[in-house]
């Protein structure tokens, strides 16, 4: 099976491929994230992915799209109650378009490792992708692989980030309640 992978960052891509490999996949990534700011941070968790993608052979593509404020208008259209679950939704709704561009029959994402994200949002977002572009989502809970992709991310010298992506996210790491 082909398989599309939305990859957020390379650590968490790391034991999210190794799974899907060890199915039987075929595996893509796709890295999408407008959501990461500031653009250095960006720059940081692309480079990331590329230094994941080269070792471990893995085809890699790039949106080439980030714009930050077409993100915050989609993200806080309606206000911040409910931006995680939107942004989500936002990511996966294009990597559905991507895996059906590509010919890809499934898509899944490296969120599903996160002890930090809400799994229930991956789902349902991922479901309504897969419905609206006509591809399988395929979500697995693999956050019992956490610890594995840490230290997998560590042996291949990966760039770690401290929060999920968005400002606010940021903020809320300093102010103690957040990711």
Known sequence: MKLL?????????????????????????????????????????????RDLAKAAGLQ???????DPSAWLVEVFAMGADGRCRRC???RLRATAAEAHATGAEAFSTSLAISPWQDHDAIREEGATAAELHG??????????????????????GLYRQTYCGCLLSEWERYAGDGR
Do not use: K, M
Not at 60 to 66: C, D, R, V
Not at 142 to 154: F, G, H, K
């Open 5 to 49: 992978l939305h990859i957020c960052c390379g650590p968490c891509a790391t034991s999210t491929l190794d799974h899907w490999l060890a199915q039987g996949a075929t595996v893509t990534g796709y890295f999408h994230n407008p959501n990461i700011q500031p653009a250095l941070e960006y720059r940081r968790r692309r480079t990331g992915a």
């Open 60 to 66: 890699l593509i790039e949106s080439g799209e980030y």
């Open 88 to 90: 989500i939704g936002s």
């Open 135 to 156: 591809v399988e989502f395929l979500y697995e809970d693999l956050r019992p692989l956490y610890r594995d992709s840490r230290t997998t991310a560590r042996r291949l």
